[in-house]
């Protein structure tokens, strides 16, 4: 098992930043791709980042590609998700995500976080 913890979430203006942390415990975190997701009231859970055990692989979706930056401390047993440039459609639930493999962009992840509430007011 993997528990999953995120972190950092709360209300900003638009055109402001925060930065997401999920701490993992549980089983060694560097055997495990991780990725961020995040759903808004009444839409479906969408990809958001993703990136590889060793960091060297990532993937963003293309809605938040040049604004946010998903990257890991294997030391610390964390993974973050800098989100700059912040609009009012970013607010959402946001989950992190641990998969046993190379990282995905679909919703076939072994662990899931609780999420954290993102609010970006206009």
């Known amino acids: 098992q993997v528990q999953l913890v995120e972190s950092g979430g709360g209300l900003v203006q638009a055109g402001g930043s925060l930065r997401l942390s999920c701490a993992a415990s549980?089983?060694?975190?560097?055997?495990?791709?991780m990725g961020w997701f995040r759903q808004a009231p009444g839409k479906e859970r969408e990809f958001v980042a993703a990136i590889s055990w060793s960091g060297r692989v990532t993937y963003t979706a293309g809605s938040v590609k040049g604004r946010f930056t998903i990257s890991r401390l294997n030391a610390k047993d964390t993974v973050y998700l800098q989100m700059n440039s912040l609009k009012p459609e970013d607010t959402a639930v946001y989950y992190c995500a641990a998969v046993a493999g190379p990282p995905r962009d679909d919703r076939g992840y072994d662990y899931w976080g609780q999420g954290t509430q993102v609010t970006v007011s206009s």
């Open positions: 549980g089983r060694t975190f560097s055997n495990y791709a």
